[in-house]
């Protein structure tokens, strides 16, 4: 019986605070803007707003710094709070 409480206790309590509810499904007919310019879209930009998330209820001031990758594949590279995360494919269907 002690089995269930417990059961009972991490499911009534303990599933919400690791959960995360989203206003419905993704959107299904996404169009890529067609004149957007990378360029001015590189360099540092400062997060202002964001969907609540668990993990990151402590982080403040975060910025991303966005570079075009410097080797032969399309790309950029994103820094986040200084690390680093390569996004290889983002910029290749707007060049």
């Known amino acids: 019986m002690g089995d269930l409480w417990t059961e009972l206790f991490l499911f009534v309590f303990v599933t919400p605070v690791f959960s995360m509810v989203m206003p419905g499904l993704c ?13 001015r879209f590189m360099g540092t930009w400062y997060e202002v707003q964001r969907t609540p998330f668990l993990m990151e209820t402590m982080i403040r001031c975060n ?11 399309e ?16 910029l290749s269907q707007t060049r």
Request: glycine share 8%.
């Open 63 to 73: 910025k991303f710094h966005y570079q075009e990758k410097g080797d032969s594949d």
């Open 27 to 39: 959107p299904s007919q996404l169009k890529a803007i067609e004149d957007f310019d990378h360029e």
């Open 75 to 90: 790309g950029i590279i994103v820094y986040m709070k200084g690390n680093r995360q390569s996004v290889s494919t983002m």
